[in-house]
C-alpha cells in the first residue's frame, strides 16, 4: 500500500556552513586502480551509464558513514539507487548488513554491485527495487538506516523515491533516511518533498564540511547532506 501524504513543517535544521565523475580518492580500488577506504571497484563497465561511476555525492556519503562507525556497526542497511555502492560498502565495512539495490532493470548496474562484493569479500544482499513498484521485495526489507547519495537528479522520479522511503520507514519503526544531493534550488525542493510526504528534518551538513581538506580539494559543486525521518503525529 502506498502511504498516505501528510503534513510536515519546513526543514528547520541548522546547516553547517558542473557535477562531473571523479576518480576516488586514497584507499579504495578498483579494478583499474583506484583508492578509497581499502575497497575495490569494478570500473570496467564505465561508459555512458551514469550507474557506473563513483559520484561525489557518494564519497561524501561514504565519509558520513565511516565518520559515523559506531552508529552503523550491526545496523540494517538498504542503499537506494546505489549504482558503484561506495556509501553501503563502507556501512558493510564497518560491521552493518548491508543491502545494495538499484532498478531491476539496470541488470548492468546490478551485476557490478555483486562483482564489487566479491572483490572485497563483503557479504551484501543485492537487489533489483525499482521505486514506486510495491512487489515482495520491498515488503521484507526492515532497515534501520537507508542510505541515497545522489538520487535527488530527475524530477519525474522523486515521487516514486519518497514513495518508497516512507514505505522503508514505516515498515521499519524508528529508522532514517540519509541522501547526500546537489542542491540546485536552494533547500525548496526538499522542504517541499519532505512536507509532501510527511517527513521531519533530524540534521542537514554542508556535505564539504565533513570531508578531510585533500578529499574535498577533489570534489566540486554545492552538496548537501540531509537526514530525515517519519515525522510523529504530535508534529503532523
Given at each position: 500500500?502506498?502511504?498516505?501524504?501528510?503534513?510536515?513543517?519546513?526543514?528547520?535544521?541548522?546547516?553547517?556552513?558542473?557535477?562531473?565523475?571523479?576518480?576516488?580518492?586514497?584507499?579504495?580500488?578498483?579494478?583499474?586502480?583506484?583508492?578509497?577506504?581499502?575497497?575495490?571497484?569494478?570500473?570496467?563497465?564505465?561508459?555512458e551509464?551514469?550507474?557506473?561511476?563513483?559520484?561525489?555525492?557518494?564519497?561524501?556519503?561514504?565519509?558520513?558513514?565511516?565518520?559515523?562507525?559506531?552508529?552503523f556497526?550491526?545496523?540494517n542497511?538498504?542503499?537506494?539507487?546505489?549504482?558503484?555502492?561506495?556509501?553501503?560498502?563502507?556501512?558493510?565495512?564497518?560491521?552493518?548488513?548491508?543491502?545494495?539495490?538499484?532498478?531491476?532493470?539496470?541488470?548492468?548496474?546490478?551485476?557490478n554491485?555483486?562483482?564489487?562484493?566479491?572483490?572485497?569479500?563483503?557479504?551484501?544482499?543485492?537487489?533489483?527495487?525499482?521505486?514506486?513498484?510495491?512487489?515482495?521485495?520491498?515488503?521484507?526489507?526492515?532497515?534501520?538506516?537507508?542510505?541515497?547519495?545522489?538520487?535527488?537528479?530527475?524530477?519525474?522520479?522523486?515521487?516514486?523515491?519518497?514513495?518508497?522511503?516512507?514505505?522503508?520507514?514505516?515498515?521499519?519503526?524508528?529508522?532514517?533516511?540519509?541522501?547526500?544531493?546537489?542542491?540546485?534550488?536552494?533547500?525548496?525542493?526538499?522542504?517541499?518533498?519532505?512536507?509532501?510526504?510527511?517527513?521531519?528534518?533530524?540534521?542537514?551538513?554542508?556535505?564539504?564540511?565533513?570531508?578531510?581538506?585533500?578529499?574535498?580539494?577533489?570534489?566540486?559543486?554545492?552538496?548537501?547532506?540531509?537526514?530525515?525521518?517519519?515525522?510523529?503525529?504530535?508534529?503532523?
Amino acid at each position: 500500500m502506498i502511504p498516505k501524504l501528510s503534513a510536515s513543517p519546513s526543514l528547520r535544521c541548522s546547516i553547517s556552513t558542473s557535477q562531473t565523475p571523479i576518480s576516488s580518492p586514497r584507499n579504495l580500488k578498483l579494478t583499474n586502480i583506484m583508492l578509497f577506504y581499502d575497497f575495490k571497484f569494478s570500473t570496467q563497465n564505465m561508459r555512458e551509464d551514469y550507474g557506473l561511476y563513483v559520484w561525489p555525492c557518494s564519497v561524501i556519503l561514504g565519509e558520513y558513514v565511516w565518520q559515523q562507525k559506531q552508529r552503523f556497526s550491526e545496523a540494517n542497511v538498504v542503499e537506494l539507487g546505489a549504482g558503484t555502492c561506495l556509501p553501503g560498502l563502507v556501512a558493510a565495512k564497518v560491521g552493518a548488513n548491508v543491502t545494495l539495490t538499484d532498478d531491476s532493470s539496470r541488470l548492468e548496474v546490478l551485476d557490478n554491485m555483486r562483482r564489487v562484493c566479491d572483490l572485497n569479500k563483503l557479504e551484501c544482499n543485492v537487489l533489483g527495487l525499482t521505486w514506486g513498484v510495491w512487489d515482495s521485495s520491498i515488503f521484507d526489507l526492515r532497515p534501520t538506516i537507508i542510505l541515497g547519495a545522489d538520487v535527488l537528479y530527475d524530477s519525474n522520479a522523486f515521487d516514486d523515491l519518497f514513495a518508497t522511503v516512507t514505505f522503508l520507514l514505516r515498515n521499519s519503526p524508528g529508522s532514517t533516511f540519509i541522501t547526500s544531493y546537489h542542491n540546485r534550488s536552494g533547500h525548496h525542493l526538499i522542504e517541499f518533498l519532505m512536507r509532501k510526504w510527511g517527513l521531519k528534518c533530524v540534521k542537514l551538513l554542508d556535505g564539504f564540511s565533513i570531508l578531510p581538506s585533500f578529499k574535498a580539494s577533489q570534489l566540486s559543486g554545492n552538496i548537501q547532506l540531509v537526514e530525515m525521518a517519519l515525522m510523529s503525529k504530535d508534529n503532523a
